[in-house]
């Protein structure tokens, strides 16, 4: 438990306005401003360790005081609860000067001298106040929510745009209810929107409320590389993802299907999360422009095969022109896997020949 007298809240007001002040002068405030500076009584000073005392260089707390105990490791209970310093915002970090410790506890009675402090050499103590971070897509989802539920307008299709970008919001970490609309305000013609968000018992957000504004915008379906893609590099269906984008600005050749790009060997360096276009991927040639292929000639009962040279590359199932090097003829066949093109007969012009 934190012990925190008449005369601590008394210095931790002063603390407070003191940080106040330095920032309001445009200088970063010091995290973690004294707070419990009191002198030992005679019992307490009997009571205080002589050694076996660590400094501790980073801590992690969900509260707005850091005790001594946080600081200083092997502090008996009553000289560990006590309260020393103001902790960082919500999800904030800050720093205290090694200094400050070793003054605020020997004036607190915590410690007689800095020297049975150990710190290995740190000159700071890293403080870090945990929070529940609340990012833009939570803040969409309860959005879109609560038009389904006042509105009755199907979000689905649309994205939020949040004028200013989304907010940086921080709650106590404790709390997992869901982030709920408190207000929603909303213009079916523009779709503009006004909202107030809250999570259910954050002191954080009564006392600093989320208010956001924005514009519901139409999206559609793009596919995008989940991974910086080499060129010539094969995408398989772990490679790419579904996502939905705003329509605006997409152009009319982004491929919205995950089907058209897996399997497909990338044209060109494709970079992570930059929607595909249809001159991005190709099937992979396993014909190229002026090989040797083994051309196949199937007819009812009977067939041939000779070599012949490509006159232009393809992929599974292209129709590209191989030629004879004997008879120099130049012939159409469909390419029926590596290095092999099938060619078959004209029945049309047999049976017009008979």
Do not use: C, W
């Amino acid at each position: 438990m934190i012990r925190l007298s008449l005369a601590t809240f008394l210095i931790l007001a002063g603390g407070f306005g003191a940080a106040t002040a330095q920032a309001q002068q445009g200088r970063a405030p010091v995290q973690g401003a004294p707070v419990a500076i009191a002198s030992a009584g005679p019992a307490q000073a009997a009571a205080l360790p002589a050694s076996g005392l660590r400094l501790r260089s980073e801590i992690h707390l969900a509260r707005d005081l850091v005790t001594f105990g946080d600081l200083i490791q092997g502090l008996p209970g009553d000289l560990a609860g006590m309260a020393a310093f103001r902790a960082p915002a919500l999800g904030e970090t800050g720093t205290i000067q090694v200094g400050r410790v070793v003054e605020a506890a020997r004036g607190a009675g915590v410690i007689r001298d800095g020297a049975v402090l150990q710190n290995q050499g740190f000159a700071q103590v890293v403080v870090t106040r945990t929070a529940r971070r609340i990012g833009a897509a939570e803040i969409e989802a309860a959005v879109k929510a609560g038009l389904q539920e006042r509105f009755g307008v199907d979000a689905r299709l649309f994205a939020l745009a949040i004028d200013g970008g989304a907010p940086a919001v921080a709650v106590e970490p404790d709390l997992t209810g869901e982030l709920a609309i408190a207000d929603l305000a909303f213009d079916a013609r523009s779709r503009r929107l006004q909202a107030r968000l809250a999570v259910a018992g954050s002191t954080a957000l009564r006392l600093k409320p989320l208010r956001i504004s924005g514009q519901l915008v139409e999206t559609v379906e793009v596919v995008v590389p989940r991974r910086a893609i080499a060129r010539g590099e094969t995408l398989a269906q772990g490679d790419v993802a579904v996502e939905r984008r705003p329509r605006d600005g997409q152009g009319t050749d982004i491929i919205g299907d995950a089907r058209a790009a897996i399997d497909k060997v990338a044209r060109r360096a494709l970079l992570a999360g930059v929607p595909l276009r249809n001159g991005d991927v190709q099937r992979e040639e396993i014909v190229a422009k002026g090989e040797l292929v083994t051309i196949v000639y199937e007819a009812p009962g009977l067939l041939i095969t000779l070599r012949g040279r490509a006159g232009e590359a393809g992929a599974m199932g292209d129709v590209v022109s191989v030629t004879n090097p004997q008879s120099k003829r130049t012939l159409q066949g469909t390419i029926t896997g590596p290095g092999r093109v099938s060619v078959r007969p004209a029945i049309g012009r047999v049976a017009s020949a008979n």
